[in-house]
């Protein structure tokens, strides 16, 4: 039997703020503030920040609505392919010279319908099989050299969707950063009206 992924009523893309706010609620209780507000323009980008859902996890404890978020971020954000990433994340790509993003395109070219998170685990298991061999000599030299091959094959793309997906990062977080920064001035501002 194979599993069959949930068919969300809305882009699971939208749940691009769940790493912010992840990242936020690992601060401990200095994060807080601003992880809610990650996960409150979460719920109004997916449609559900006035419904009984919206509701019922904002009501959640934090971090549990959050891990939820997260978890079902990561699980879609999995199977996605290289070709999607780059297509979604078009606005992040034009902030880098275009003749460096040829370059990383050019090399991500076989792998463009493969899915995100393969190109991770394919080196990270390559990575596993050249130290087995030198600490332990475990493996044999056909596999060694294989994985050798992958290490090679993706040293430059790996650490360049990290960069893509760190440029990413960087705009959600100025987002929510703005977005809370404007709740305290608005909050300062309209108590001063009231008192005049």
Not at 83 to 95: A, C, F, I, P, R
Request: charged share 35%.
């Amino acid at each position: 039997m194979t599993e069959q992924k949930l068919k969300l009523p809305y882009d699971w893309r939208k749940l691009e703020l769940a790493p912010v706010a992840g990242s936020y609620i690992s601060q401990g209780e200095q994060g807080k503030p601003l992880a809610r507000k990650a996960l409150e323009l979460l719920l109004e980008d997916i449609g559900y920040a006035n419904s009984w859902l919206g509701q019922t996890v904002k009501d959640a404890p934090l971090e549990k609505a959050i891990g939820n978020c997260l978890g079902e971020y990561s699980v879609q954000n999995s199977e996605q392919t290289i070709g999607d990433y780059l297509s979604v994340n078009e606005d992040v790509l034009k902030k880098y010279k275009a003749e460096t993003v040829d370059a990383l395109k050019k090399d991500l070219g076989p792998s463009m319908s493969t899915k995100y998170q393969e190109i991770f685990n394919e080196n990270e298991k390559a990575e596993h099989i050249i130290k087995g061999k030198e600490k332990h000599n475990i493996g044999s030299d056909e596999e060694v050299e294989r994985a050798k091959a992958t290490t090679k094959k993706y040293e430059k793309v790996i650490p360049g969707l990290s960069i893509i997906e760190n440029g990413k990062i960087s705009k959600l977080r100025d987002r929510v950063e703005t977005a809370y920064n404007q709740d305290l001035l608005d909050s300062l501002y309209s108590n001063k009206k009231e008192a005049e």
